[in-house]
């Protein structure tokens, strides 16, 4: 009895305060900050300004897609750029948010979940049901060579539809890409800050010039040009792969 | 195609062209096998050398102490035979992403997921305390759900199958409709 009270009740009251300090202590400043809160999608005053007028040279409507806010709410943010360009039907989704976990575990200090979208659809008609995809070169996946050496340096491409040479030189020549046919939809996806951080680190991330957007995560300040130059482009893909549907 | 033709065709250096292939990381499992065996040594020779001295003064703190020192022993021991008989099967289990599903080995227990199957993919990753989430990444755990059965699957826990990332990104561009939930970040004191 008397190893009970000078063992085991202190040691489970000194485990006792542990748990209670992990859990109460101040929260992390740090996990506040969401590394994709400066990205592209960020909802900072050029991004909501700089959408919205990306949306009128283009055509197209533009929507505030956030989703419904609440005091757990750490970042939202969301911009949905819609409508016909070219005779092919747009959805370019930009927004994501990061909130407060409804769940925290035991011994965690704090805990928070994100979602990032970022993402231009592009409707097609693809009754053959063909594929593609043009992803960063990955060495866990098994690709096969297309011939474009500017490109196969960078890039696996995946899929039975196989697309012309010029298009494969001209994303050698963008140095990254995420763009996959898959059903009746064409997408490109925008992981291009997701991707530095992945292969390059977070600090040059931030600094790196997308190739779509010509602008960095730490300045976000579009190219209007070269974004609908990237859209035509691909859009004439759609045209020369004869997926074009019938608006 | 069969998981268990997936996984020959991997084993024989047959795999499809479109397939994401994670194997058993080698690297991983000897380093969890040196830390936990570095772990093992030094607790049995601080609970040797404290039981002698405590032999002779207290008998009561020399069982108790005794009693805790062989529990954690027994653990230490414990998790390093799981991570040998991990590595019984090593050369057989991997993680392969083909352009229908995940096939999972792992363990001598082979797994299917259809891509339609999966929803609720979510990533969790575990930092350590008070340092921005995009400077130090201490683990990583991908899980869905399984739609046939409902059940909560862990597809990855830490770097079983090397880096959990890439397993997370191509998974994610597969699965269809809008099966990607979240990536949630948990903060740890060190």
Known sequence: ?247 | MTPETVIEKVQNNKPENGWAIFKYNLKYAISRILFRGLLFCVVLVMAAAFSVSALKTHQTSFILFTLVSVLFILVSVLSIVIVIWELFYSKKSMIVLTNEGVVKNFKNSLEYFPFDCITNLNATNQYSDSTPAITRRRDQYIDFRDKRTGKSINLVKNRIFGNPEPIFNILKSRITGDSFVSVRNDFYNN
């Open chain 1, 1 to 247: 009895m008397q190893t009970i009270v000078n063992f085991i009740i202190p040691l489970a009251v000194l485990i006792f305060f542990i748990i209670v300090f992990t859990k109460f202590r101040k929260k992390t400043p740090g996990a506040a900050s969401s590394p994709y809160s400066s990205g592209g999608n960020s909802s900072s005053d050029s991004g909501d300004t700089q959408l919205p007028k990306l949306a009128e040279m283009m055509g197209l409507t533009f929507e505030d897609a956030r989703i419904p806010t609440n005091d757990k709410m750490l970042m939202n943010s969301g911009s949905r750029l819609k409508g016909i360009y070219r005779g092919v039907n747009v959805d370019i989704i930009m927004g994501g948010y990061a909130k407060e976990a409804e769940f925290t575990p035991l011994t965690a200090t704090y805990s928070y979940e994100y979602k990032i979208t970022k993402e231009f659809n592009f409707e097609v008609s693809n009754p053959q049901n063909k594929s593609f995809e043009v992803i960063l070169k990955n060495k866990n996946i098994v690709s096969q060579s297309t011939g474009i050496s500017s490109f196969d340096s960078l890039f696996s491409f995946l899929g039975d539809l196989r697309i012309p040479d010029e298009y494969l030189e001209y994303f050698g020549t963008m140095g990254w890409m995420n763009l996959k046919l898959s059903g009746n939809v064409l997408k490109f996806t925008d992981s291009f800050f997701e991707d530095t951080m992945a292969t390059k680190g977070t600090m040059i991330a931030i600094g790196a010039i997308n190739p779509v957007w010509k602008c960095s995560a730490r300045s976000f300040n579009i190219d209007y040009d070269n974004v609908i130059s990237f859209v035509n482009k691909l859009v004439d893909l759609i045209e020369v792969l004869n997926i074009k549907k019938q608006q």
